[in-house]
């Protein structure tokens, strides 16, 4: 991971499975280094709200050709979540409806589509001092990012986690079927062709499955601390 070393603001890439921890871990980071956080799947999320408002089936690539062709992701920064726009509406509450989660998984494995969704994230993380959290930031958007993080946790732990987050919601989900979901999930996102989950080569390994979120934090900063 080479410093850069005219500016002294970094591109921080956070990739890894669902429910690793990496976007709290990112949210955090960024307010304490006074960075942006860029939630990079909110936009293959709103991508997937379009099709499915459209009504557009995935295998149908001249009607999705002309949807991404006319589409309109802005990503606001705030904290704790970036506000999302889809076409000029706040569809940041929207795209957080459970079964939006699986048709991101299967939009984001279209080559049209994360073309244009990689495009805008390299335009927004051209100024750095930017946490991006996602599946294939180290590995493909920002391959030269100054940091790079890969967050894993035990599949059983991940799925405790989301379990209690969609119990929250009012979600009426078995333990079981959330832990079917993410493991599915994980398996889209890694056999895809396109830009796979993987951790990059020159990626550090955070594992998640003990530690609490502070912990997690501190990991990463006095990681940051020691390479600067
Ligand atoms: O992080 P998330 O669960 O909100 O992401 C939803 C989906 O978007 C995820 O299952 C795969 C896809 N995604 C991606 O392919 N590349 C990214 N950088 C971020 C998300």
């Known amino acids: 991971m080479e410093k850069n070393k005219k500016n002294d603001k970094f591109i921080i890439a956070i ?9 709290t871990t990112a949210k955090e980071l960024a307010k304490r280094l006074e ?9 293959y999320r ?5 099709a499915y408002r459209q009504k557009i089936s995935l295998d149908d690539i001249p009607k999705l050709t002309k949807m991404m062709q006319n589409i309109k ?3 606001k920064y705030s904290l704790p979540n970036n506000i999302v726009l889809l076409n000029g509406e706040d569809v ?10 699986k048709l991101a998984s299967d939009i984001s494995a279209i080559g049209l589509v994360r073309a244009g969704m990689t495009d805008l994230q390299r335009k927004l993380g051209e100024n750095k001092g930017i946490v991006m959290d996602g599946r294939d930031i180290g590995t493909v958007v920002f391959p030269n990012a100054e940091y790079k993080f890969f967050m894993v946790a ?4 991940r799925a405790h986690r989301r379990f209690l987050e969609e119990q929250e919601k009012g979600s009426t ?18 056999h895809r062709d396109i830009a796979p989950l993987k951790q990059a080569e020159d990626a550090i390994l ?7 979120i502070s912990e997690q934090v501190e990991k990463i900063i006095e990681l940051i601390g020691k390479r600067k």
């Open 206 to 212: 955070i594992d998640s499955t003990h530690l609490t």
């Open 15 to 23: 990739d890894g499975p669902a429910s690793s921890g990496k976007s």
């Open 46 to 50: 709103a991508c997937g709200l379009e």
């Open 154 to 157: 035990d599949l059983d732990e």
């Open 35 to 43: 960075y942006v956080y860029l939630d990079t799947g909110a936009m």
């Open 92 to 101: 940041s509450l929207a795209i957080r409806e459970p079964h939006i989660g």
């Open 73 to 75: 992701v802005e990503i």
């Open 173 to 190: 989900k078995t333990f079981a079927e959330v832990k079917d979901e993410l493991a599915q999930r994980d398996y889209n996102d890694s």
